[in-house]
């Protein structure tokens, strides 16, 4: 069974969520930079939700101190989905400092969305952030990239 591949590029803002409008340029948009994709679709959550790259992290790390934070994440990311993931802010109990989920650094990338536009089987391995400024531009908004291989 070949292994699908997912490029999936998610607003910085996880609750961003782009008008029907510009959610189809940004598709036209990123099927233009990838042109040998199988496909380029999108969705859109009534919720935020957590999207993975589908594997165990190799690491989840504090974004103020650099730590591992692997070790509170789970019971931050527990009652963070009591509210629906509408509620993301933690105290890093690693250095006690103030942040939010969606600013850990996961590895493989992670982030917290309302809305993706996905490239299945894009045949791409990396994206300069320069190249999605058209895709950017489009949604009307910075956007990060999830890997995720099933």
Not at 17 to 26: F, T
Not at 127 to 143: D, F, S, T
Request: hydrophobic residues 45%.
């Amino acid at each position: 069974m070949k292994k699908l591949d997912y490029l999936i590029l998610i607003p910085t803002d996880p609750t961003y969520v782009p008008s029907d409008k510009q959610a189809e340029a940004g598709a036209d948009a990123l099927e233009a930079l990838l042109p040998r994709t199988d496909e380029v679709s999108y969705d859109m959550f009534d919720d935020v939700r957590f999207i993975d790259g589908g594997e165990a992290f190799e690491a989840i790390t504090c974004p103020l101190c650099g730590k591992d934070a692997k070790a509170w994440w789970e019971g931050a990311m527990d009652q963070a989905a009591e509210t629906e993931f509408e509620a993301l802010g933690v105290v890093a109990t690693c250095c006690g400092g103030t942040t939010n989920l969606n600013a850990l650094i996961y590895q493989p990338a992670a982030a917290f969305a309302r809305f993706t536009l996905v490239a299945t089987n894009s045949r791409v391995e990396t994206l300069a952030p320069e190249a999605l400024a058209p895709v950017e531009a489009a949604l009307g908004c910075a956007v990060r990239v999830v890997r995720q291989k099933v």
